[in-house]
């Protein structure tokens, strides 16, 4: 079964930035569509962003150009990186293939934006 190991999450302040980081295996790196979600209190969880084994990125059009996801082919990890956070940004995050796999929903890692 798949892991996705998630980290980088914190409480920030309005306007700040996070990276946040994936773990996957070497395997589902190499050959699997990935994609950041995220999960807000009492709402469905969404995707954020995708990227391709090939490095090809995806927004959704509900998106804000304020996240930016990427991949380091050094180690099998996917980044997610966003800026000038707002509260609405506040979630769990999570990272899964694209589509999800939904045996292997990892932990997520928490964002909270708030002053």
């Known amino acids: 079964q798949e892991q996705f190991v998630e980290s980088g999450g914190a409480l920030v302040q309005p306007g700040g930035s996070l990276r946040l980081s994936c773990t996957v295996s070497?395997?589902?790196?190499?050959?699997?569509?990935l994609a950041w979600y995220r999960q807000a209190p009492g709402k469905e969880r969404e995707m954020v962003a995708s990227?391709?084994?090939?490095?090809?990125?995806f927004y959704p059009d509900s998106m804000e150009a304020r996240f930016t996801i990427s991949r380091d082919t050094s180690k099998p990890t996917v980044y997610l990186q966003i800026v000038s956070l707002k509260p609405d940004d506040t979630a769990v995050y999570h990272c899964?293939?694209?589509?999800?796999?939904?045996?292997?929903w990892g932990q997520g890692t928490q964002v909270t934006v708030s002053s």
């Open positions: 899964n293939t694209r589509p999800a796999i939904v045996d292997s």
């Open positions: 990227i391709t084994s090939g490095g090809r990125t």
């Open positions: 070497q395997n589902t790196f190499e050959i699997a569509p």
